[in-house]
């Protein structure tokens, strides 16, 4: 009698546990990035299923879940993390950074990082060591055959100046030359030769600011394509503009760090 019992009482209980986690309860929840900072449009999903729901503005969401259910919660740049729900119907988590998403990450107008896909116009980006591996005499020579619509028309004497157009000359008697931006500086590359060596009758062609540049120092070149990428430097920048990243120095462990 008391084994039927014991039986039928754990029958009972699988079933209870059984209805409870079955029940679905609301749960709600903030998600931020490291520094505080609300994380929009994170995407939240219940595991094994089709149900989900995205941040806010403010970086709040809420979704139906049943306990025991896995969220999974991912965003673009940062790790996908997981949480388990539980008896709190309060979930909130911190996202952590994920820099390896980030290879398509550019430098556009006045510094600013943003993802390629994300721009509405057209940029390429060329590593440093495409032009410091082989070097020139100006660094803008080796970018020849690298960006699709730039045009570089050396000189061919020594020190000499580089005419650097994007996508064709736009003015007939004015300046095309692209604007160069190091670090969020704009640097003019107008040429400053005279009359009489513009024209090829003679003189000493001085070169113009681009060839002042180390190639050894350059991270990377981001060429900005048409109006709307140069926009925020202006008429300066009517015909273009290569944003250059310099190298940064690097906190990296000494010798004596290691024993």
Do not use: C, H
Not at 53 to 67: K, L, V
Request: charged share 15%; aromatic share 6%; net charge neutral.
């Amino acid at each position: 009698m008391k084994t039927k019992f014991s039986g039928i009482l754990t029958l009972f209980l699988a079933l209870v546990v059984q209805i409870t986690f079955a029940q679905e309860k609301t749960i709600s929840g903030t998600v931020s990035d490291s520094n505080g900072l609300p994380l929009p449009g994170v995407n939240i999903i219940v595991t094994g299923t089709s149900t989900g729901t995205q941040t806010d503005f403010d970086g709040n969401y809420s979704i139906s879940a049943s306990q025991g259910a896995t969220l999974s919660y991912s965003f673009i740049g940062y790790k996908t993390q997981t949480k388990t729900v539980g008896a709190s119907n309060t979930i909130s988590i911190v996202m952590a950074e994920d820099l390896a998403q980030l290879d398509e990450v550019v430098v556009t107008a006045l510094g600013i990082s943003r993802e390629k896909k994300q721009l509405g116009y057209a940029s390429q980006e060329v590593d440093g060591d495409a032009v410091s591996t082989v070097k020139a005499q100006n660094f803008v020579n080796s970018l020849s055959g690298k960006v699709a619509g730039l045009n570089v028309k050396p000189s061919g004497t020594i020190g000499g100046s580089t005419n650097v157009v994007i996508r064709g000359n736009s003015s007939v008697a004015g300046n095309n030359q692209a604007l160069f931006v190091i670090d969020g500086i704009p640097i003019d590359n107008g040429i400053s030769n005279t009359s009489d060596q513009q024209a090829g009758r003679g003189g000493y062609d001085y070169g113009n600011a681009a060839s002042d540049i180390n190639p050894d120092d350059i991270e990377s070149i981001n060429v900005l394509k048409g109006a709307a990428a140069s926009a925020l430097y202006g008429s300066r920048a009517s015909n273009g503009v290569i944003m250059i990243t310099t190298k940064k120095g690097k906190k990296t462990k000494g010798y004596w760090s290691y024993y």
